[in-house]
């Protein structure tokens, strides 16, 4: 069993930067693949990023300005998020699962989520 906790999330210009964490407890962190979606107002939940030993994987709304990034020794994943837009005000979520093939992008392909982290983006 894993748990998952975001955190970071708030309000931002435009343009702007935020970093959002991913605390997990539970065995195995370094073997999962971290997942991060989000999900806005009345849409459908989004692929945001992955990270697993193989590499990493970006939506295409997100390529070069969204970096994730995880540290074993203390069981987070991370997503830097920069030039932030309006467009990327959501919901975000965490999300791990176990062996998967490379990339899992659909939310169906995670078995572990968090509560989520609001970010909201002004322009």
């Known amino acids: 069993q894993v748990q998952l906790v975001e955190s970071g999330g708030g309000l931002v210009q435009a343009g702007g930067s935020l970093r959002l964490s991913c605390a997990t407890s539970?065995?195995?962190?370094?073997?999962?693949?971290m997942g991060w979606f989000r999900q806005a107002s009345g849409k459908e939940r989004e692929f945001v990023a992955a990270i697993a030993w193989s590499g990493t994987a970006y939506g295409d709304s997100v390529k070069g300005r969204f970096t994730i990034s995880r540290d074993i020794a203390k069981n987070t994943v991370y997503l830097q998020m920069s030039g932030l837009k309006p467009e990327d005000a959501a919901l975000y979520y965490c999300a791990a699962t176990g062996s998967r093939p490379w990339a899992p992008v659909y939310p169906r392909e995670y078995d572990y989520w968090g509560q989520g982290t609001q970010v909201t983006v002004s322009s």
């Open positions: 539970g065995d195995s962190f370094s073997s999962y693949i």
